[in-house]
């Protein structure tokens, strides 16, 4: 500590150790930096108090370039669900348990402070899943769920829907109402409130996987989208199906492979839902249902 130190300086120094975020930290400093001692026998702790500005700075410039490509940086895959809630209420645990991601999971408060995503494998097809941070966070992106098929709304007690939907303002995504049950309570009265509110909902409990499996097709089948396969003549179908809106036709599943493919196409086959009978000859208006394989032949 200086000889001769100001008053200011003092509360300056109380206030800087006391400080939480970065943000405040550097605020404290300058402040620090603005009340120290200016005698010559202080000229070491003014260059140290401005290297640790220097530094602090340097940290807040990284992490707000790491936030700013972390939301930037997600492609919106053909089947976009999005978790969110409040803080401490199962988010990192259920993008866990129904993908291959491995976020933080801790009993504090604002545990993720950027976007996480996962593929959740489901009925042959790969949806993707982002948990973003506690909707009450200073972290939380906006930007994600306004462009999300489907929102997933996870909450530990039924207050917690009104307060989130204020916050979430308006979305054009589908939602699902996730309860994860924390505490024993009378499942008969929730599920009765939560049928009263007309509310698509599943209950779930995180800890012993309960209901994860109705909930995952409650997820897929909020998409209302249509699985095609496609297949080379004499070989099986792809193992890993077109996803497209009801009423698509084979020209979009040939342009979806490859733009100005359909132009190419000589010839196409169908098998499944859509066709009369199997191997039938279809041109590129055809349109198309759910689990459809269709053959094409180029020029």
Do not use: C
Request: aromatic share 6%.
């Amino acid at each position: 500590m200086p000889i001769n130190a100001h008053p200011e300086f003092l509360a300056a120094e109380k206030e800087y150790n006391l400080a939480q975020t970065l943000e405040e930290k550097i605020e404290k400093l300058k402040k620090m930096i603005s009340h120290a001692p200016a005698h010559k026998g202080a000229e070491n702790l003014r260059a140290q108090l401005k290297l640790r500005l220097k530094k602090l700075q340097q940290q807040l410039d990284k992490s707000k370039k790491s936030k700013k490509s972390s939301k930037t940086g997600i492609k919106k895959a053909d089947m976009q669900a999005v978790i969110i809630g409040l803080t401490n209420t199962g988010k990192s645990s259920l993008l866990s348990l129904l993908t291959n991601t491995k976020p933080e999971i801790a009993d504090y408060n604002f545990t993720t402070k950027y976007p996480q995503q996962g593929i959740m494998n489901y009925a042959s097809t790969q949806i993707q899943l982002i948990e973003i941070p506690a909707i009450e966070s200073e972290y939380y992106n906006r930007s994600i769920p306004h462009t999300a098929d489907t929102l997933l709304i996870i909450i530990t007690a039924l207050n917690q829907i009104e307060k989130i939907n204020n916050l979430l303002g308006k979305n054009p995504g589908k939602k699902i109402i996730i309860f994860n049950i924390k505490n024993p309570l009378d499942k008969r009265k929730l599920e009765a409130t939560l049928k009263s509110k007309k509310y698509n909902y599943t209950i779930i409990n995180l800890h012993s996987q309960k209901n994860l499996e109705e909930l995952k097709e409650k997820i897929f089948k909020s998409f209302d989208k249509i699985r095609v396969y496609t297949k080379e003549p004499g070989k099986e179908k792809s193992p890993k199906p077109i996803i497209l809106k009801p009423d698509s036709t084979v020209k979009d599943v040939a342009e979806k492979i490859l733009h100005g493919f359909s132009k190419s196409v000589s010839e196409t086959k169908i098998w499944g839902p859509s066709s009369k009978f199997a191997g039938q000859k279809i041109g590129l208006k055809h349109k198309l249902k759910d689990l459809d394989v269709i053959e094409f032949k180029t020029r």
